[in-house]
């Protein structure tokens, strides 16, 4: 089932025409990875999801409904959960706050989904009360994802959160979006593709502001030529 | 030097310090919140005299006066808000010239509505006079704004840190964006601490129609003047910063006018180019 459809999407930032017609679909309970070199348009297109560059031409279609010219605050509440590259962590407010401010209602699926969360992330349990920019960036990424993760949403966007991270951390937190995959579905923005292509389903290949390739992860596992050219990689 | 004069200064500095931080903790919110700069704060603070005054000549009472300020401000402010800073987000340039204009417009309507005189405020009856604390004449009224201050100081500080509108609104000064993809309508919350904000201005109004005998239209200018100095000595955005800086300024303000009157607003002047010397965001300035 299609849960996130972008069709032919283009954002401009200032003057800078940075979206040429970006345009993908997510299904249900799979992880869609966006590769692309630096500068390629992958976090403006995650922002031009959220609401938060909007886009000028094209069409953004979330479980049916059409939310390409709704207010951010409109978008986040159909469903939909941002990760930002920066991880957008309110840094002067405890780890507790940060989760806080992302349950809107605070039922019992809530707190459900805090404590499964909760144990997927045990570090956050033990950091509760503590200011979140004291945080190292390994544990500022898990509070990110589990901030996203416990708002009521059915689609979490997230952007680079390999960015930075030790090899150990970046292993670490894959992992764990593997295993949000069994609750949500994700559209992951990645450089690294050994790490994405192991928890990835399917993926769309950014550049210039324009989809240059997509298809199945297992295919472009299988392709050297592909991925030599889209990617520079063996 | 003087017991009696020191204990005076203090309470004098402290009630001016308070006055201040009605301002002050107001025009912080709205910066740190939605980087507005409201010159139009002062002007609420006059209609807050004003009404307020207004409010005890006709009914005698200085409880409907206090309330209907504040209400009047509130009012003053959803329609300021709405109407005049909502268009101008993101332009400072804008924000500056209009607000400034709105605050002309406003002291010039108290004019219209009030004549162009000062007017005469009153103490009300169980607030005046003063008591005698072995030599030392403490003013009631002085003592009764310092009260009213630090309850509202403690109020705010509740509101912040107890209620999820100050916890939204907290977490907006940090990162605006991403209260807005946690699922926030963030230009709502801004109206109401915008509200907020332009209640506390017209209560310090009505709070000092008393306190200073007479009120005029110009009379908001100074205190905006100082709010401002308090707001950049504090760090936009912090309210606790707000506090601390109008008790500063209010003290020195004091203190100054006593023994050097020439200074106190040179005094206050250094006191800013100081904090922004050692910090440029001011004393509990965040980093963005
Ligand atoms: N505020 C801005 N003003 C001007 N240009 C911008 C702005 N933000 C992004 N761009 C430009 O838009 C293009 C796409 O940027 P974007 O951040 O989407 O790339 P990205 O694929 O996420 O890159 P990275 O992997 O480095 O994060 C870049 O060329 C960038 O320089
Ligand atoms: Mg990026």
């Given amino acids: 089932m299609t849960l996130l459809k972008v069709e032919e999407i283009e954002t401009y930032i200032e003057q800078y025409h940075i979206l040429q017609g970006i345009s993908f679909e997510v299904l249900k309970g799979e992880i869609t990875v966006l590769f692309g070199r630096n500068g390629a348009g992958k976090t403006t297109t995650l922002r031009s999801v959220m609401g938060l560059s909007p886009i000028s031409k094209g069409q953004i279609t979330f479980r049916g409904e059409n939310i390409g010219s709704l207010p951010t605050y409109e978008i986040a509440r159909r469903g939909i959960g941002y990760v930002p590259e920066d991880q957008g962590i309110f840094k002067d407010l405890t780890v507790e706050e940060n989760m806080r401010i992302s349950i809107l209602k605070r039922d019992e699926s809530a707190l459900e989904k805090l404590e499964w969360i909760l144990n997927l992330f045990p570090d956050l349990k033990t950091l509760w009360h503590r200011k979140s920019g004291l945080l190292s960036g390994g544990q500022k990424q898990m509070l990110a994802l589990a901030r996203a993760y416990v708002g009521d949403n059915e689609l979490l966007l997230v952007d680079e959160p390999s960015k930075g991270l030790a090899p150990i951390m970046v292993e670490k937190v894959m992992q764990a979006i593997e295993q949000m995959k069994e609750k949500t579905t994700v559209v992951l923005v990645e450089q690294n593709f050994f790490m994405a292509s192991t928890i990835g389903d399917r993926f769309y290949i950014v550049d210039e502001g324009r989809i240059v390739h997509h298809g199945l992860m297992q295919e472009l596992k299988e392709d050297e030529d592909a991925r030599k050219k889209y990617l520079g990689i063996a | ?288």
């Fill in chain 2, 1 to 288: 030097m003087n017991l009696d004069v020191i204990v005076n200064l203090l309470v004098n500095g402290l009630a001016t310090g308070m006055l201040i931080f009605l301002l002050a903790s107001g025009l912080s919110l709205i910066f740190g919140l939605m980087d507005v700069l409201n010159f139009s704060h002062g002007g609420l603070f006059a209609w807050g005299a004003y009404m307020g005054v207004w409010v005890y000549v006709s009914t005698g009472s200085f409880l409907l006066a206090v309330v209907g300020a504040v209400l009047g401000g509130v009012a003053i402010g959803f329609i300021l808000e709405r109407w005049i800073i909502r268009p101008i987000y993101g332009n400072h340039l804008q924000q500056i010239l209009v607000t400034l204009g709105v605050m002309l417009v406003l002291s010039e309507l108290l004019k219209v509505f009030w004549g162009p005189n000062p007017l005469n405020a009153a103490v009300p009856p169980y607030l005046d006079g003063s008591w005698q604390l072995g030599g030392i004449i403490l003013i009631k009224y002085r003592l009764f704004i310092i009260i009213v201050g630090i309850l509202l100081l403690v109020g705010i500080q509740l509101l912040l840190t107890r209620t999820k509108l100050g916890l939204v609104v907290r977490a907006g000064v940090l990162n605006k964006e991403m209260v807005q993809a946690l699922g926030y309508n963030i230009k709502r919350i801004f109206s109401i601490v915008f509200m907020l904000g332009a209640g506390m201005a017209a209560l310090g109004g009505v709070l000092l129609a008393p306190y200073s005998g007479v009120i005029f239209s110009e009379m908001g200018m100074q205190f905006a003047i100082l709010a401002f100095i308090v707001v950049v000595i504090g760090g936009m955005g912090s309210v606790q910063g707000s506090a601390v800086a109008s008790v500063l300024v209010g003290l020195s303000g004091a203190f100054m006018a006593y023994y050097v009157p020439d200074l106190s607003l040179a005094v206050n002047m250094l006191l800013m180019v100081l904090v922004l010397l050692i910090k440029p965001s001011g004393l509990y300035g965040l980093k963005r």
